[in-house]
């Protein structure tokens, strides 16, 4: 079966830009979670979606929000763009038959450039 | 908030040598533990996972782990690494009183195997 699509996968934007990240789960997977991930931070946590609904968010600036729509597929939106959220932008799908809570399969990832 | 800590940032072998990377977690309660590889190139994989039951858990590739409770601990062993097994190993934990899809990451782990 296919697995989790992110799509841009290369962008570059410049300072004080906004942009939308997507990514389709697996069919039949309830949970999306996005995680950041940079050289100095390594992976973190940025929010986590179930069934529509936001269950969890981490440490991160308002800037940063998410939603997830009733077909499970989901955006996050980085407003007013600064240099340090240059990153990879990894989706996770999760929640489906037989698996078990953070166990997580992951995209390929968004690759952010703030210029 | 749960943290996780990997011993090692960089680990250089050489092939058939042995592996073990460290892994240690605070939380005080009931924890999911996983390893995930992200291979040159390719996305973030699981590697294997430990949810209750037998403390050592086998995962792919003839990776193992053990969870010492005690400890705190998750350590990753592999008996004779093999050049393919070059990538980057993250320790990460999903506490209970997080979310579904919710995990804490190390820093991740380097390691390269010399042919």
């Known amino acids: 079966k296919a697995g989790v699509t992110q799509t841009p996968r290369y962008l570059i934007k410049t300072r004080g830009q906004q942009v939308t990240l997507s990514c389709s789960p697996i069919s039949g997977h309830r949970s999306v979670s996005w995680y950041q991930q940079t050289p100095g931070q390594g992976l973190q946590f940025l929010f986590e979606?179930?069934?529509?609904?936001?269950?969890n968010k981490g440490n991160f600036p308002g800037r940063f929000s998410g939603r997830q729509f009733s077909n499970s597929r989901s955006e996050m939106n980085v407003s007013t763009l600064e240099l340090g959220d240059s990153a990879l932008y990894l989706c996770?799908?999760?929640?489906?038959?037989?698996?078990?809570?953070?166990?997580?399969?992951f995209g390929e990832g968004s690759r952010l450039t703030v210029l | 908030a749960q943290s996780v800590s990997q011993h090692n940032h960089h680990v250089i072998l050489s092939e058939a040598a042995s592996l073990e990377l460290g892994c240690n977690y605070s939380?005080?309660?009931?924890?999911?533990l996983f390893w995930y590889v992200q291979y040159p190139g390719q996305h973030l994989q699981l590697l294997l996972k430990y949810f209750s039951g037998d403390p050592l858990v086998k995962g792919i590739k003839g990776f193992e782990a053990e969870f010492i409770k005690s400890k705190f601990s998750f350590n990753l062993r592999k008996p004779s690494v093999q050049w393919s097994d070059t990538a980057e190993y993250f320790c990460?934990?999903?506490?209970?009183?997080?979310?579904?899809?919710?995990?804490?990451f190390g820093k991740g782990t380097m390691l390269l195997v010399s042919p």
């Open positions: 939380y005080g309660g009931t924890v999911n």
């Open positions: 990460a934990v999903n506490a209970m009183n997080s979310g579904y899809s919710t995990l804490t």
């Open positions: 996770a799908s999760g929640g489906g038959p037989e698996t078990f809570a953070g166990e997580l399969f």
């Open positions: 979606y179930f069934s529509e609904t936001q269950r």
